[in-house]
């Protein structure tokens, strides 16, 4: 049995649907069953949280893995491993960040977190694999509501360069350590898409998907609205401009763990577009 935590999330959605479609038992939690729409052959749970000791025991009993999402424990996290150790968990897979690669971010919100998140899971007893994926593919949905309303997106630093990873091939990769985690115990695994693509090279793409032509207009940093970036805390938001604006015409680096780990060539930026197209149509 495997206990998957952000199930619902992107990644954990995928790495569901991986598990079930190779007949791998999970038990997906998240904090409303009712609307997770997970596939029928998941065990969907409700995540119990350090407030319900006995129920947060039960949602690991029988399980021998976990995928491990930083969201998921929060303040509470060394209790939830604590909690799985003690229910027979062996082996951890965790959903960190690639900054961590970059000793000179360590004071980046993001590389503050997941850098406690790995602590946490060194010191809990477990054995562990840490993921450490780059810039997500899915980041491209904040761009929905402009797609929705017209055909002019307008963006800072279009020229900014990354390596998106589709968030099927994270999963692709949590899967295989999950299922053979004496071959990756201790790994820490950098994850980047195949190919470097600027922004604007993603808007077209999403364009190219729905077949449509698209305006795309470069604005300065100043102008950008925190509705922009929906998902990203205000806190967050200056830092992860700076890195757009240091990363204008880069080269960044690219690894090949997706392909070493699953035997598959990464997924493109342009299969992502292609997978995700109806989420930028709309109803």
């Given amino acids: 049995m495997i206990v998957v935590t952000g199930a619902t999330g992107n990644v954990g959605r995928a790495l569901v649907t991986q598990l079930t479609a190779d007949q791998v038992p999970v038990r997906a939690l998240t904090r409303d069953p009712t609307r997770a729409g997970l596939p029928a052959g998941a065990e969907v749970v409700r995540f119990a949280s350090v407030a319900e000791p006995a129920a947060m025991a039960a949602q690991f009993a029988g399980a021998t893995a976990l995928f491990l999402h930083v969201a998921a424990g929060g303040e509470h996290t060394a209790e939830l491993l604590a909690a799985a150790r003690e229910a027979g968990v062996r082996h951890v897979v965790v959903l960190s960040s690639i900054i961590l690669d970059d000793d000179g971010a360590a004071e980046h919100p993001i590389h503050v977190m997941h850098a406690r998140l790995e602590q946490q899971v060194r010191d809990s007893g477990l054995g562990w694999t840490f993921l450490r994926p780059g810039a997500f593919s899915t980041n491209s949905l904040q761009w929905v509501p402009q797609f929705r309303t017209g055909d002019t997106v307008r963006w800072p630093f279009l020229q900014s360069v990354t390596s998106p990873i589709h968030e099927a091939d994270i999963a ?4 295989v350590a999950l299922r053979d985690p004496e071959k990756h115990a201790g790994a820490v695994l950098s994850l980047t898409g195949p190919t470097a693509v600027t922004a604007e090279e993603q808007i077209l793409a999403v364009g190219r998907a729905l ?10 940093a100043h102008e950008v609205t925190a509705d922009m970036f929906p998902h990203v805390p205000p806190g967050v938001l200056p830092a992860l401009l700076e890195s757009f604006g240091a990363a204008v015409d880069s080269e960044p680096d690219l690894t090949t763990t997706v392909a070493d780990v699953t035997g598959g060539p990464g997924r493109t930026f342009e299969q992502w577009a292609q997978d995700h197209a109806d989420d930028f149509r709309g109803a």
Avoid: S
């Fill in 172 to 175: 692709a990769v949590a899967a």
């Fill in 211 to 220: 077949g449509r032509d698209l305006t795309v207009v470069e604005i300065p």
